[in-house]
């Protein structure tokens, strides 16, 4: 069964230590919640699961793979707090595009995801055009095509309406009930079946 194993990890921030020692594992299905206050090493944690950061100890890897490894990369999607997006491109292009980096799609998968998100009559809008809420709507609409086994997910909630917190609980419980990983941080109450907290 595929497994994300977290072993022994410790991150510090300066002079100050924002987790030691943190060891555990996923397996297919599970749902992580990252809980604890702000300056706690949430968003320090998320980034170093998806190989943006590295951690001063420790070790994570996936099916074997270690975290900065070819291998362990094709397996996540990672949403974090800033939008990448392009400017230039409408949301149904930069959708494509960043559909295209997990795999293939078609075109009616796009404009249906970027309705389920929130964003049906906004296809042909530029980026640049968008809230900051709309450019995170565009990105979060790549789950609904997303094939990769691991979501890292930032704050995955901010700035959605109800609906669009709705239709997102649902696509994250159909990941897991498909035997995806998902590890989150957020401070909304949600609606996640097989959900776990860790505080840190």
């Not at 996923?26 to 702000?38: K, P, T, Y």
């Not at 900065?68 to 397996?75: F, G, H, K, L």
């Not at 796009?110 to 049906?120: D, F, R, S, T, Y």
Request: some cysteine; proline content about 2%.
């Amino acid at each position: 069964m595929p497994e994300l194993i977290i072993n022994e990890l410790s991150c510090q921030k300066g002079y100050s230590t924002l987790f030691s020692k943190l060891s555990l594992s996923l397996i297919a299905g599970d749902i992580l919640r990252i809980s604890g206050a702000n300056g706690s090493g949430k968003t320090s944690l998320l980034k170093i699961l998806a190989g943006l950061n590295s951690a001063e100890i420790g070790n994570v890897s996936f099916q074997g793979n270690l975290v900065r490894s070819s291998e362990y990369q094709e397996n996540i999607f990672y949403f974090g707090h800033l939008p990448a997006l392009s400017p230039e491109l409408s949301c149904q292009e930069n959708l494509n595009y960043l559909a295209n980096l997990q795999g293939g799609h078609t075109q009616s998968q796009v404009i249906n995801a970027l309705a389920a998100i929130g964003l049906k009559g906004y296809e042909s809008e530029y980026a640049a055009n968008l809230s900051a809420g709309q450019k995170r709507r565009v990105v979060l609409a790549t789950l609904f095509i997303n094939n990769a086994p691991i979501w890292i997910l930032d704050e995955p909630f901010t700035a959605l309406d109800t609906n669009g917190i709705t239709a997102l609980e649902a696509q994250i419980n159909k990941h897991s009930n498909n035997g995806g990983i998902c590890i989150l941080t957020t401070h909304q109450n949600c609606n996640l079946s097989k959900m776990k907290t860790l505080s840190l």
